[in-house]
């Protein structure tokens, strides 16, 4: 795999403690050379300053980065000041999502979804942002059918998006099946597959119930089985995300996304292995 070909997510960091933890991780997985960091947003832009302080300071270590940014309990008017903010940093490269409605938020604010937020990108911006959306290869635990949600992702395509990223999954065929599926809808943008490495089998659990991702079931039997045995648990979760990453690059998938949890053992394992 050619070293630009694969990008690392980050979440902003919530105390001095961690952005100092983040500073190590980024440093050890900027050595591996990665396109670049792409850097979430919370709820309702909740880690908005959070998002842009962490984007500002990695651009300032000489590498590139990416803020999510989702529309989801925003109006048009803070989302054109974010924007207009991003530039005036220098900021070329976007992570365009639809968002989660934040607890106890009363509407979902001027724009719905991730395809309105992506015309009102290009409406204000033009060409100015290369922006990735989302796409869901086992589809979006909310959307209604699978028809449904890859007609969604055609909309956000259509509105401009210049590629997307997967949400991590564990099955291979579904993103090979969705990709046929989208390129028959005359989707041509790069689909990266988002990868999340295997390190804690009970958050592991616990995330992939929220995002609607299927653990297969020898997977999910054979991590139960070590019960507390953290070392036996990333052993075998480093061999089947590997290959999981071996079989998706000589599939043609262009590239790697690695949700790192603002780690970097696991990511640098994998990408090791994958040379």
């Known amino acids: 795999m050619s070293k630009k070909n694969f990008s690392v997510e980050f979440f902003p960091p919530k105390t001095a403690e961690g952005a100092e933890k983040l500073r190590v991780t980024r440093a050890k997985l900027a050595e591996l050379k990665p396109k670049y960091f792409s850097v979430t947003f919370g709820a309702g832009g909740s880690t908005q300053q ?6 500002v300071e990695i651009m300032g270590e000489g590498l590139e980065a990416a803020p999510h940014l989702s529309c989801v309990g925003s109006s048009r008017e803070s989302i054109r000041n974010i924007l207009a903010a991003y530039k005036a940093h220098g900021i070329r490269r976007l992570v365009a999502l639809r968002g989660d409605l934040p607890s106890g938020y009363g509407g979902a604010g001027e724009l719905r979804y991730a395809n309105e937020l992506v015309e009102f990108i290009r409406a204000e911006t033009g060409d100015w942002f ?20 890859l007609q969604n992702f055609v ?60 653990i297969p079931r020898w997977i999910r039997l054979k991590l139960a089985s070590f019960g507390d045995d953290s070392d036996s648990i990333r052993a075998f979760g480093l061999d089947v995300v590997t290959q999981l990453c071996e079989r ?28």
């Open 50 to 55: 959070g998002t842009l302080d962490t984007v």
């Open 130 to 149: 290369h922006i990735e959306v989302a796409a869901y290869p086992e589809m979006h635990p909310q959307a209604k059918s699978p028809q449904d949600d």
């Open 155 to 214: 909309r956000k395509v259509q509105s401009g998006a210049n590629a997307a990223i997967t949400q991590y999954f564990y099955n291979a065929d579904a993103y090979f099946q969705f990709l046929e599926n989208a390129h028959k809808l005359g989707v041509a943008v790069p689909v990266v597959p988002g990868i999340m490495p295997i390190t804690n089998y009970s958050q592991l659990m616990r995330f992939s119930d929220m995002c609607g991702t299927e």
């Open 248 to 275: 998706l690059l000589a599939g043609g998938a262009p590239g790697l996304h690695f949700y790192s949890m603002n780690q970097s053992t696991a990511t640098t394992a994998i990408l090791q292995r994958l040379g």
